[in-house]
Every structure is written in C-alpha cells, then in structure tokens.
Nanobody, 124 residues
Framework: QVQLVESGGGLVQGGGSLRLSCAAS????????MGWFRQAAGKEREFVAA????????YYVDSVKGRFTISRDNAKNMVYLQMNSLKPEDTAVYYC?????????????????WGQGTQVTVSS
C-alpha cells in the first residue's frame, strides 16, 4: 500500500514557477514508477511527466517539455515537479501517481495509487 500526499500548488502569474512535491508512504517506494497528471476543469485527466523507479529516465508530454522537470529522492520517499515558464493553460489540479510498471504510467486507468491533488492556477 502506498499513500501519496501532494503539496506546493497555488496561484502564480504567467511566466512564473512552482515546485510541486509528493510525499509517499511505504517502504517500497523505490520499486514504483512515479508520475504527475493534471486535470483542468471540464477536461479529462492527462499525463504530464513520469520517472522510472531509479530516477534514471524521465518522460514528458510535449506541451511541458523544456519547462517542467520531474525528479525523485528515494531516500526521502519524495517526488517533485519543477514547473517553470508557466502558462494559463497549465491551470489544473495536479495529481501524483504511482505504478508498479513504467509502461503503465501514462494511462490513468492503469495507475495503482493516486494522491488527492493540488490546485495550480496560472493567471494571464
């Protein structure tokens, strides 16, 4: 069982930065691939970024490449999403996600564990 708690959301002006954090419980954290998803009002939840169990490989949706960076600290059971050059279209609730296989990380229906979400609002 893994419990995920996000933090770090808030209101920021366009062009600004935010760093989201996800604290994970459980002694098997390093065996999970981790990811971030987002869901804007009235839209489906979409994949944003993922990182393999070791942290060696990362993956991003095209719309955030070059602006967002996912990282993890297995010693602290933490995952981070550094978001730079934020745009109004990045406004959404951001969710931390865990899955036992990186091949499933981009599909919401195949995620094993979800956090409760944190709101990110980018003003124009």
């Amino acid at each position: 069982q893994v419990q995920l708690v996000e933090s770090g959301g808030g209101l920021v002006q366009g062009g600004g930065s935010l760093r989201l954090s996800c604290a994970a419980s459980g002694r098997t954290f390093s065996s999970y691939a981790m990811g971030w998803f987002r869901q804007a009002a009235g839209k489906e939840r979409e994949f944003v970024a993922a990182i393999t169990e070791s942290g060696k490989n990362t993956y991003y949706v095209d719309s955030v490449k070059g602006r967002f960076t996912i990282s993890r600290d297995n010693a602290k059971n933490m995952v981070y999403l550094q978001m730079n050059s934020l745009k109004p279209e990045d406004t959404a609730v951001y969710y931390c996600a865990a899955t036992s296989s990186i091949v499933r990380i981009t599909t919401p229906a195949r995620i094993d564990y979800w956090g409760q979400g944190t709101q990110v609002t980018v003003s124009s």
